[in-house]
């Protein structure tokens, strides 16, 4: 409550899942499930082997229809048209004939074309000094290491000021170290940007570090076994015991897989 009497600030969903079920086939995937993610808000999500992570990363940018039920952003149907989402992939994707800069540029250009060069020049300044690529504008990607790889793939996430942002185990290819370092830059561009960021990972302690929520997911038919809060402030030490605690209790919820 601050000091003037107001109000503390009400979170709103950002997205909601109602009765949701995807199949392919005969082949039932995620199954009824209901959960909702709030604005600003980062939820990690763990679960066994193609129990539908990716499927339901691509099911919110409408990549896949639902089978049945129904995903809402802000209240109305996901929609990649309305809704500003922007996605990191497993693998580093960049075009290999564009510069740094104009790989970085390109999803900027596609989303919003109606910006004039030197607000675009601007923002592409900034997110290559929030990625700390500055210097490196004018290189293509075979010459670049694979951890600023997945820097530049994070700068093309960012760059449009997603107000969603879908990531795919980004840094499942990265040495611990860099893994380290990259997520604090991750939690840092969250609070600059203040997204709603949906973090798919294999790493326990990665989903402990990050999330303020962590979605554990059962075998197929998927649905969740248990949403495991981490009331820790950032940034968190991962030797405290309050950390080694929380990561307990995930690893015995998945031990059960
Ligand atoms: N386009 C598709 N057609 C048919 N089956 C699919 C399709 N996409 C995914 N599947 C199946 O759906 C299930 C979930 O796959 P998905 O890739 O979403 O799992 P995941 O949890 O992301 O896996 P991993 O942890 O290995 O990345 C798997 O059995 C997969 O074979």
Redesign the pocket.
């Known amino acids: 409550m601050s000091g003037n009497g107001s109000k503390p600030e009400e979170k709103k969903i950002k997205i909601r899942f109602t009765n949701f079920t995807k199949s392919?086939?005969d082949?039932l995937?995620l199954d009824n499930m209901n959960f909702s993610v709030m604005e600003n808000e980062f939820l990690c999500i763990v679960?066994?082997?193609?129990?539908?992570?990716?499927?339901?990363?691509?099911l919110i940018t409408t990549i896949?229809p639902p089978t049945s039920g129904e995903i809402e952003i802000n209240g109305e149907s996901a929609n990649p048209r309305r809704h500003n989402i922007s996605f990191v992939f497993?693998e580093p994707s960049a075009f290999p004939w564009r510069t740094l800069w104009d790989n970085v540029k390109f999803g900027l250009e596609i989303k919003e074309g109606s910006k004039s060069k030197e607000e675009i020049d601007e923002r592409l300044s900034e997110i290559f000094r929030m990625v700390k690529l500055k210097g490196f504008e004018e290189y293509y990607p075979h010459q670049i290491s694979m951890g600023m790889s997945q820097r530049v793939a994070i700068a093309r996430a960012f760059v449009t000021r997603p107000d969603l942002l879908l990531m795919?185990?980004p840094f499942g290819q990265l040495d611990i170290k860099t893994r380290f370092h990259m997520m604090d830059e991750i939690l840092r561009l969250w609070r600059e940007i203040k997204a709603t960021i949906i973090y798919?990972t294999?790493n326990l302690e990665e989903a402990v570090y990050l999330g303020q929520n962590i979605l554990v997911?059962t075998q197929?038919p998927?649905h969740i076994k248990e949403t495991v809060e981490v009331n820790l402030p950032h940034p968190r030490d991962y030797a405290s015991p309050e950390f080694i605690d929380i990561r307990k209790r995930v690893t015995e919820l998945v031990k059960w897989w």
Not at 47 to 58: E, I
């Open positions: 392919f086939g082949l995937v679960g066994p082997t193609g129990c539908g992570k990716t499927t339901l990363c691509n896949y497993q795919d185990e798919v294999h997911l197929k998927t």
